[in-house]
Structures are given as structure tokens and as C-alpha cells.
């Protein structure tokens, strides 16, 4: 995969930032305890790769913190009064803030034995008071000149035959998200192949696309090159949109996609209206823009092997996901 094998491996790697990555080093050169330091910008920026890979170049141990984690905040205090191994430095790294429970963090940043980093998408999700804990840095969406000229760069090592006009496209969709655009450039790469469909890791190779590319018209070209059926799709969709996202408001919008698309196959069948069954994806198609709660995952294999003819089935499951949604919501004060 092209997203593991143009990973940066050191900081001159990285592209755009250069002044935010500085901020980093600095801080971790100057810290004393009870400071903390808050990166938030755009999904694919860099933020977490910048900071790993300039914790790594200062000698630094990471200590890895993420809202799907069943740890509670003392379980995070402990960790930060200890040292690393041979007596190594360490950061206290805390992904995706905005999910994590406030409580008990000013007393963990105050008594930390080590610097302590939190990774959020805009800090402006968290209230004041607990943004007057940190330092702030703000990571910049990079530009589509960068990007453009390090897709060239790709497509020149990869031998990927690919128009300008094609390229400048993949850049202005991926809107300065540098992992979906090399998840979308290796959907290029892979529809260009001519043994694409007989790969056997195909359909996970469909699912990553489907969830995390930001692209609808790459979406279609991968359920167009799958090798399974689309109510084999749809089952394979189904049982992982749980595994790829963590927000209950996300999952039910997924499911709410998948009943729909499984009350339009059931149409089809009824009526005998085969020519719109191209049309049928295009709603699951649409999971790729729900970026903010995504989360690293190993996909499963759908497990019902039944057909589905009527949509009962996801209907319930969606009804199940949307009276878990209403049971979160806030009531709206009176």
C-alpha cells in the first residue's frame, strides 16, 4: 500500500509545517512540569506523525493515549510518574481530546514527571477553562502545490501513468488530507491494473476505499472493480461500519445509508427494474466523507450468509442504532 510505504520516516520528510514542527521541539526543549501542549488542525495534516517522529528524533519514549481505550484518567496518571525504559524520556501522548473525559486532566498535566501532548481536530471543541491548560499549535491544511508535486513525485517512482488533470483532481478532493489522497491515488494505481480483480484481498482493499477515500467518483470505481456481488458487498459494508467508526451519530447515519440502499434492491426486485441496479451503491458509497470518527481497524468478513430480498434487516438494526442516538442526545434547555 502506498499509505505505508510513503509513511515520513524523520521530520524533513514531513510536508508543510516547518514553523508548527519547530513549536514541537521547542516546547519539548523548554518544558517544565505542569506545561502541556495542544496540536489541533485538519484530518491528514500531520499532527501525529509530527509529533512521533520529532519525540523520536529528541530520544523521547511515547506513551500512546486514545478515546477507544478502556483506561481511566488515573490509569494515565500512573503512567506519567513513571520512567521509560533505561531511564528514557517520555511524552504522554493523548489522541482525539475531544472524546476523552476532562475530568482530572489539570491534575494529571500538573503532576506529570513528563511532557504531556494532546492531538484534537479543532481545539475549539474543548470549553475555555480547559483550554487555558495547554499551549496551543495549529497545524495549516497543506497546500495543493505541495501536494500535486508530491503526487508527481509518486507517480514518477510508482510508474503510474497518470494526466496532470487527473492528479490536480485527486488534490482539490482530497482538501489537504494527505492520507486520503494516497489511499485515492492507490485507487488509481489499482484500477489501472489488469489483474485488479483477481486479487484476493480485493474486498478489503474495496472496504478501506469506500470508508476512507475522499473521493465519491473513486468510491464507484471501487465497487465497480469488486469482485462480489453487491447484497455480498452490502453484508461485508454491514459488519464493519462499527469496526470503522467510533460516534454513535456517524454509525446510524452508515446504517441509514445501508437501509436505504437495501429497501432500493428490494425494489428492484419487485418491479424487475434490473437497469437501476447500478445505481444501488451509491448510497454505502457515500460512508467516505464521515472523516472525523474514523479509527484504525482490521475489517471482518461479513458474517450472514443468507440473501437479503426486503430490508427488514437492516431497518432494524439502524432502528436499533437510532434509539441509542435519541437516548444520547441532550434535551435543549427550556
Given at each position: 500500500?502506498?499509505?505505508?510505504?510513503?509513511?515520513?520516516?524523520?521530520?524533513?520528510?514531513?510536508?508543510?509545517?516547518?514553523?508548527?514542527?519547530?513549536?514541537?521541539?521547542?516546547?519539548?526543549?523548554?518544558?517544565?512540569?505542569?506545561?502541556?501542549?495542544?496540536?489541533?488542525?485538519?484530518?491528514?495534516?500531520?499532527?501525529?506523525?509530527?509529533?512521533?517522529?520529532?519525540?523520536?528524533?529528541?530520544?523521547?519514549?511515547?506513551?500512546?493515549?486514545?478515546?477507544?481505550?478502556?483506561?481511566?484518567?488515573?490509569?494515565?496518571?500512573?503512567?506519567?510518574?513513571?520512567?521509560?525504559?533505561?531511564?528514557?524520556?517520555?511524552?504522554?501522548?493523548?489522541?482525539?481530546?475531544?472524546?476523552?473525559?476532562?475530568?482530572?486532566?489539570?491534575?494529571?498535566i500538573s503532576r506529570s514527571e513528563h511532557p504531556v501532548i494532546c492531538v484534537i481536530g479543532d481545539a475549539y471543541q474543548l470549553p475555555p477553562d480547559s483550554r487555558k491548560?495547554?499551549?496551543?499549535?495549529?497545524?495549516?491544511?497543506?497546500?495543493?502545490?505541495?501536494?500535486?508535486?508530491?503526487?508527481?513525485?509518486?507517480?514518477?517512482?510508482?510508474?503510474?501513468?497518470a494526466e496532470r488533470r487527473r492528479l490536480e483532481q485527486l488534490v482539490k478532493t482530497s482538501n489537504g488530507d494527505i492520507r486520503g489522497l494516497l489511499i485515492d491515488l492507490?485507487?488509481?494505481?489499482?484500477?489501472?491494473?489488469?489483474?485488479?480483480?483477481?486479487?484476493?484481498?480485493?474486498?478489503?482493499?474495496?472496504?478501506?476505499?469506500?470508508?476512507?477515500?475522499?473521493?465519491?467518483?473513486?468510491s464507484k470505481i471501487a465497487v465497480d472493480n469488486c469482485e462480489k456481488e453487491p447484497e455480498e458487498l452490502m453484508r461485508w459494508l454491514e459488519e464493519n461500519i462499527a469496526?470503522?467508526?467510533?460516534?454513535?451519530?456517524?454509525?446510524?447515519?452508515?446504517?441509514?445509508?445501508?437501509?436505504?440502499?437495501?429497501?432500493?434492491?428490494?425494489?428492484?426486485?419487485?418491479?424487475?427494474?434490473?437497469?437501476?441496479?447500478?445505481?444501488?451503491?451509491?448510497?454505502?458509497?457515500?460512508?467516505?466523507?464521515?472523516?472525523?470518527?474514523?479509527?484504525?481497524?482490521?475489517?471482518?468478513?461479513?458474517?450472514?450468509?443468507?440473501?437479503?430480498?426486503?430490508?427488514?434487516?437492516?431497518?432494524?438494526?439502524?432502528?436499533?442504532?437510532?434509539?441509542?442516538?435519541?437516548?444520547?442526545?441532550?434535551?435543549?434547555?427550556?
Open positions: 500500500m502506498l499509505l505505508e510505504k510513503y509513511q515520513p520516516v524523520s521530520t524533513k520528510e514531513i510536508i508543510g509545517n516547518p514553523s508548527q514542527l519547530a513549536e514541537i521541539r521547542k516546547f519539548l526543549a523548554g518544558w517544565k512540569k505542569g506545561r502541556a501542549l495542544l496540536v489541533h488542525g485538519p484530518t491528514g495534516s500531520g499532527k501525529s506523525t509530527a509529533i512521533k517522529l520529532v519525540a523520536q528524533e529528541s530520544g523521547y519514549d511515547l506513551v500512546e493515549a486514545c478515546s477507544n481505550e478502556k483506561r481511566t484518567i488515573s490509569d494515565y496518571y500512573n503512567a506519567s510518574q513513571q520512567h521509560g525504559i533505561f531511564s528514557r524520556k517520555r511524552i504522554m501522548l493523548f489522541e482525539d481530546l475531544e472524546t476523552m473525559p476532562m475530568r482530572g486532566f489539570a491534575d494529571l491548560l495547554f499551549r496551543i499549535v495549529k497545524f495549516e491544511k497543506v497546500n495543493d502545490t505541495d501536494l500535486l508535486k508530491f503526487l508527481e513525485n509518486i507517480c514518477k517512482k510508482e510508474c503510474i501513468a492507490e485507487m488509481l494505481k489499482r484500477a489501472a491494473s489488469i489483474g485488479y480483480r483477481d486479487n484476493e484481498d480485493n474486498i478489503f482493499s474495496t472496504l478501506k476505499i469506500i470508508f476512507k477515500t475522499m473521493s465519491l467518483d473513486n469496526e470503522e467508526y467510533t460516534d454513535i451519530d456517524t454509525i446510524a447515519m452508515a446504517f441509514d445509508y445501508l437501509s436505504k440502499a437495501d429497501i432500493f434492491s428490494s425494489r428492484i426486485i419487485r418491479r424487475q427494474s434490473w437497469s437501476l441496479q447500478k445505481y444501488l451503491l451509491s448510497l454505502p458509497g457515500k460512508m467516505q466523507f464521515w472523516k472525523k470518527y474514523q479509527r484504525t481497524c482490521t475489517y471482518q468478513r461479513g458474517a450472514r450468509q443468507c440473501t437479503y430480498p426486503y430490508s427488514g434487516c437492516w431497518r432494524k438494526k439502524t432502528a436499533t442504532y437510532s434509539k441509542s442516538l435519541a437516548l444520547t442526545r441532550k434535551k435543549p434547555p427550556s
